[in-house]
């Protein structure tokens, strides 16, 4: 069985405990997210400022209803921008998959942001700022359930886990994605 790996393809393969371990790095984000993060940065000071002015004049008692409210939103608007600030700068950690046969075992990962400012698909979007990292288990049975799609962008490669559909090699171009559907393809059927 061939281990060559398409020219210039970042997929490594090693070994884990005797069985063949495919990683597939997912990226870093590009420079966009420093400047990203500079900006929050610099908005989190302007915030500081007014978080704690509301603040005085709550705790001195010339504050309204309406800026206690306003407190609130502010306070939740400040920890978002936080939680942005550690997402754009966390660092991905890549896709493995492990061909201990008979079973497949794979951990998506977790990518970085992507900045998107377009408006096509604020659900994937959303998803994307808190990502989950998912450990799936595939038998034998269900290792035959993968397919290689021809989608208008491109290709996915996908295997069903019962009812879910989950995509493989997501970060990989459509070159390692089609070589890895053989590679698996000679391995497992």
């Not at 870093?28 to 610099?42: P, Q």
């Not at 500081?48 to 709550?58: K, L, Q």
């Not at 939740?76 to 008979?102: C, D, H, T, W």
């Not at 295997?159 to 970060?171: H, N, P, Q, T, V």
């Amino acid at each position: 069985m061939s281990l060559s790996l398409p020219n210039g393809s970042n997929i490594k393969i090693d070994n884990l405990d005797g069985h063949q371990l495919i990683v597939i790095p997912h990226g870093n984000g590009g420079f966009m997210r420093f400047i990203i993060a500079a900006f929050l940065l610099f908005w989190l000071g302007g915030w500081f400022m007014g978080f704690t002015s509301a603040i005085e004049e709550i705790v001195s008692g010339k504050s309204d209803t309406f800026l206690i409210f306003w407190l609130g939103g502010w306070t939740i608007g400040g920890l978002f921008a936080v939680y942005m600030i550690y997402r754009v700068l966390k660092k991905s950690i890549p896709e493995k998959i492990l061909l201990n046969k008979p079973e497949l075992l794979i951990d998506t990962g977790i990518p970085p942001l992507k900045i998107d400012f377009g408006f096509n698909n604020q659900k994937d979007y959303w998803k994307s700022m808190f990502p989950k990292r998912k450990r799936i288990e595939f038998n034998s049975s269900e290792i035959k359930s993968i397919a290689l799609r021809e989608i208008e962008s491109g290709n996915r490669l996908t295997l069903d886990k019962g009812s879910e559909r989950i995509e493989l090699a997501c970060s990989a171009t459509e070159i390692e994605r089609e070589w890895l559907f053989d590679y698996l393809q000679k391995n497992y059927l």
